[in-house]
């Protein structure tokens, strides 16, 4: 059961990952400050990207060691959903634009390595 958990925690992150990368395809830092449809649409997808981590961790501590800034995935998460009104844009645009790419990349080889050992 724990691995089929992981297994969904890690797809979320795939997806979320993904939706991020549509939403933010051929716009700069000022089109995101100025649609704040934009805006919500990928803080929606990075809360569920640190939710789905911090579930994933939960089922697989181990997971910690493969995924780079776990912690600090799981603390945006936190702050979108606690602190909403200190939300830094530039912030929150770079995750989008510079650490998501990575963070897919780390899940999507961890996901091809669980269907590889079944």
């Given at each position: 059961m724990a691995r089929d958990d992981l297994r969904k925690y890690l797809f979320d992150i795939l997806a979320a990952a993904q939706l991020i990368d549509t939403f933010t395809k051929g716009k700069d830092l000022d089109a995101y400050l100025q649609d704040p449809l934009l805006q919500s649409a990928?803080?929606?997808?990075?809360?569920?990207?640190?939710?789905?981590?911090?579930q994933a961790l939960r089922v697989a501590p181990s997971l910690e060691q493969r995924i780079h800034n776990a912690r600090r995935i799981i603390a945006l998460r936190n702050r979108l959903i606690h602190a909403y009104a200190s939300i830094a844009h530039d912030i929150?645009?770079?995750?989008?634009?510079?650490?998501?790419?990575i963070l897919y990349t780390e899940v999507r080889a961890h996901m091809l390595e669980l269907e590889g050992s079944e």
């Open positions: 990928v803080e929606r997808q990075l809360a569920i990207i640190g939710e789905a981590m911090n929150v645009w770079s995750t989008a634009c510079h650490d998501v790419p």
